[in-house]
């Protein structure tokens, strides 16, 4: 049992920012979004963090993901434009 914690806590521990989000809006949206990998290629957080302290964003919404998330790929060529390479539903 205390191997068992203690094997939860340091997983908790050793991922403060996670890998990957799954970003669920309404019923039928489960897109993943690949955060770290962002980071790194980003080389920052002001893209899509603004000039807040980064956490979670509060204007996310349909609007705003297809506005940021497709315009910056579609400005830098590089990352899915198309309904299903996003919404593996649709
Ligand atoms: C390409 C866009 C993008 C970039 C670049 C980005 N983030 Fe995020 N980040 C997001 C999205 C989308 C969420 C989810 C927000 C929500 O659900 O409200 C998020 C959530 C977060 C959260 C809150 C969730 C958690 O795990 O605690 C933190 C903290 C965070 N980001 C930190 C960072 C940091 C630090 C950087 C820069 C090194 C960064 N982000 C760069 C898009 C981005
Ligand atoms: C770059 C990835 C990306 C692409 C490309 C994209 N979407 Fe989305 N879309 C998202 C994300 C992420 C959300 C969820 C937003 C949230 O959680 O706030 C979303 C949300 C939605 C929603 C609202 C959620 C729901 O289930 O009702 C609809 C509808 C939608 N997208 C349709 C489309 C259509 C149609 C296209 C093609 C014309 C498209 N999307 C292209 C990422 C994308
Ligand atoms: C400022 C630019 C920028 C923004 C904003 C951005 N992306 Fe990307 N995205 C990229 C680039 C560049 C790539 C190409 C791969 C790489 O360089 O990491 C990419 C790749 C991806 C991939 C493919 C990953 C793979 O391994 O093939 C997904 C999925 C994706 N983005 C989803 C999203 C979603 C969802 C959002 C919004 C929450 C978003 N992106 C916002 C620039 C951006």
Known sequence: ???????IICIAMSS???ASYVI??????QVVFPHKQHQKSLGGCTDCHGSNTPGPIAQIGEKWVHD????????SKAG???????????
């Open 80 to 90: 899915p434009i198309e309904c299903h390479e996003c919404h593996a539903q649709i």
């Open 68 to 75: 940021t998330c497709k315009g910056c790929h579609m400005e």
């Open 16 to 18: 403060p920012i996670q």
């Open 1 to 7: 049992m205390l191997k068992l914690l203690t094997i």
């Open 24 to 29: 669920t809006l309404g019923k039928n949206s």
